[in-house]
């Protein structure tokens, strides 16, 4: 009870350290939004969040902020984002008046992205521009300008699964990487009140961030210690250093301390960190001096015929010797202080302590179930639409053949021109129309839309032999969890299975979880294995939902030795010659597919067939349904 006690106790001190630690990166956040980046925060929509986020604003306030968190829309389009045409004034005045989109607006300011990982690439490659430089240029419309905008970024990562993750080119931009998912309400104080700094501190800091000076030694303890946490890359230093500066700031000291570099490297390094430390080597015992002696070489004389000397007469101590060793010594000391690698070392214990536990678990982990670049999590494809989807932009076009005309985008192209226009039929000596907008072929804009198509998971199922029930029953329960997900995601699941000499759809494709159950509950099973015809009919029925505008995700679960031939005559020769060909017609289709190979152990023919087919080979002797589903959500986003 007592170790129990004392664990409960250790857990709800690191706890409290943690949200300590978030307030800090807080106040951090006030004093330089744009040097530092911005913080990543990982949490689900929660009171620990919105804590936080008020606690934030609250700081951010009190350093001279107005509006500190400009909410950025997920699919924001690209006008509102960095600016365009402002149609109203242009109309009013005449000429081409610029309005500023988001990003300008949150100039000294913080942009809050809400749902981060799913801000589609174009958004992030431009507020990745303006953290890179510092001002966003608008060239459109025949206009040119630069606007300074220099803010942090407050990106939410809400992601269900670990593997969604906010963009690569945020993560690099900012400094924190902070997880408040491992806090409940009952973990914080029970006000955050004694945590507010003071204005003049928080006012002092921003103004004098950039006259805080750092000294070399701190320097190359900081890319020592960066190195040996195995963090290469130059913006994360420059994080560091940056954050190094502003707690230095905060404490109203000239130059950068090692105590401000132990708390930047824990902030920025340590959770980056893709390998620990190698611990330091033993120290070498260091080898007493031989004693000094009068002896002669044994050539010279036999130390037996020698006669022990005289001792030596001590002479008295000296007062103005002891005095220079005393300063040596201090001298000696000083010089340890200051010796670079004494100080990395020191810094470098801080850093490792920092180190979460499992950090480098979760490392390993999140590589190999990393998603491709765009794919956010789901496998349907992407496509340009131009009906409905997210909003992608325009382009010049006719508004012809199913198009939509974007009417705002066309006068806002059409409006710088109207001067030049009219000038060109009054010398032409053409009426010039009162009151109206003169619109040519090469203003019209077309509306565009990126939409994600569904995507229709199809099982193939192996109902032949005397272990058909039980493979049967693994894919009933692998279809009602996935269906759980085809909710969420909008996609569809169908069911293929195969024994005696056909195939058959036993579960056409549907999001309903009755539907399933009442398809899957009398799947017969036993006989032979059309192995041929469960590939020709299940890419058949993927091809077509394909041309209805779906993607298609084939997963079949077989042992992968057929004894059924195409035609219906049994034989195994006959039968492995027939499904090798199909396997060879069916690769050509380019579908994802998962080959789950459900004997007691892996065989050659499962996995040559899947090679064949191009799919992901998978054995999962005696998995259960759980497994499976798991195997599937895994090995799809792989494929």
């Not at 070392?345 to 491709?372: F, G, N, S, V």
């Not at 505008?549 to 006959?574: C, H, M």
Request: proline share 7%.
């Amino acid at each position: 009870m007592e170790n129990l006690a004392q664990t409960q106790e250790i857990s709800k001190s690191a706890k409290l350290e943690t949200w300590l630690r978030a307030l800090q990166i807080a106040q951090l956040l006030a004093i330089h939004p744009h040097g530092l980046g911005g913080v990543i925060l990982r949490a689900r929509s929660g009171p620990v969040r919105d804590r936080w986020l008020s606690y934030l604003n609250t700081v951010a306030q009190l350093g001279g902020m107005r509006l500190p968190l400009r909410k950025m829309p997920l699919g924001i389009s690209d006008e509102n984002l960095i600016g365009g045409i402002d149609l109203d004034q242009t109309l009013r005045t005449g000429k081409a008046v610029l309005r500023q989109g988001l990003l300008a607006q949150c100039d000294q300011q913080l942009l809050l992205m809400p749902m981060a990982e799913r801000v589609e690439v174009g958004a992030v490659a431009k507020v990745v521009s303006a953290l890179d430089n510092g001002f966003i240029a608008i060239e459109r419309d025949g206009q040119s300008r630069r606007i300074e905008s220099r803010f942090g970024v407050v990106a939410l990562d809400e992601g269900i699964e670990d593997d969604e993750q906010p963009n690569e080119k945020i993560r690099q931009r900012t400094a924190f990487l902070l997880n408040l998912d491992i806090l409940g309400w009952r973990d914080l104080p029970e006000t955050d009140d004694d945590f507010l700094p003071d204005t003049q501190t928080l006012q002092y800091a921003r103004e004098n961030f950039s006259a805080v000076t750092v000294s070399e030694d701190s320097l190359n303890a900081l890319v020592g210690v960066a190195e040996q946490l195995g963090v290469i890359s130059i913006r994360a230093l420059n994080l560091a250093m940056n954050t190094a500066k502003c707690l230095a700031a905060f404490d109203r000291e000239d130059e950068v301390t090692s105590m401000h570099l132990q708390q930047a490297i824990a902030l920025v390094l340590s959770p980056r960190a893709t390998r620990l430390p190698q611990s330091a080597p033993p120290e070498e015992e260091e080898i007493p001096p031989e004693p000094e002696s009068d002896e002669q070489p044994e050539s010279e004389q036999d130390p037996l015929d020698q006669e022990p000397p005289p001792p030596p007469e001590t002479p008295p101590p000296d007062p103005t010797e002891d005095q220079n060793r005393n300063e040596d010594e201090g001298e000696e000391q000083e010089n340890n202080a200051e010796n670079p690698q004494a100080l990395e070392d020191e810094i470098l214990e801080a850093a490792q302590a920092a180190i979460p536990a499992d950090l480098l678990a979760r490392l390993a982990d999140l590589a190999d179930l990393k998603t491709p670049k765009g794919m956010g999590g789901k496998t349907g494809a992407i496509k340009v639409g131009r009906i409905r989807g997210r909003p992608l932009g325009n382009i010049p076009g006719m508004p012809e053949g199913g198009k939509t005309l974007s009417i705002i985008d066309t006068l806002r192209a059409a409006v710088p021109w109207q001067a030049v226009r009219r000038a060109e039929m009054k010398a032409a000596g053409k009426t010039i129309p009162l009151g109206k907008i003169l619109i040519r072929k090469e203003d019209f804009r077309i509306k565009r839309y990126q939409e994600r198509t569904q995507t229709l998971t199809m099982f193939i199922v192996d109902a032949s032999g005397s272990s058909a029930m039980h493979r049967l029953a693994e894919a009933k329960g692998a279809v009602e969890l996935l269906l759980a997900e085809c909710y969420v995601r909008r996609d569809q699941v169908a069911v293929m299975s195969f024994r005696g000499s056909v195939a058959e759809l036993v579960l056409a494709p549907t999001r309903s979880l009755v539907k399933a159950k009442r398809a899957l509950s009398g799947l017969p099973g036993g006989g032979g294995t059309p192995l041929s015809r469960a590939i020709d009919e299940s890419f058949e029925v993927a091809s077509a939902s394909m041309r209805k505008g779906l993607t298609p995700a084939l997963v079949f679960l077989t042992d992968g030795r057929a004894n059924i031939a195409k035609d219906g005559s049994p034989g195994r020769p006959k039968a492995m010659e027939d499904a090798q060909q199909s396997a060879r017609a069916a690769s050509h289709y380019s579908f994802k597919s998962l080959w789950i190979d459900t004997s007691p152990q892996a065989r050659d023919e499962g996995k040559a067939m899947a090679a064949m087919l191009g799919s992901m080979y998978l054995p999962l002797p005696n998995a259960g349904a759980n497994e499976v589903s798991q195997a599937i959500m895994q090995g799809l986003k792989k494929a």
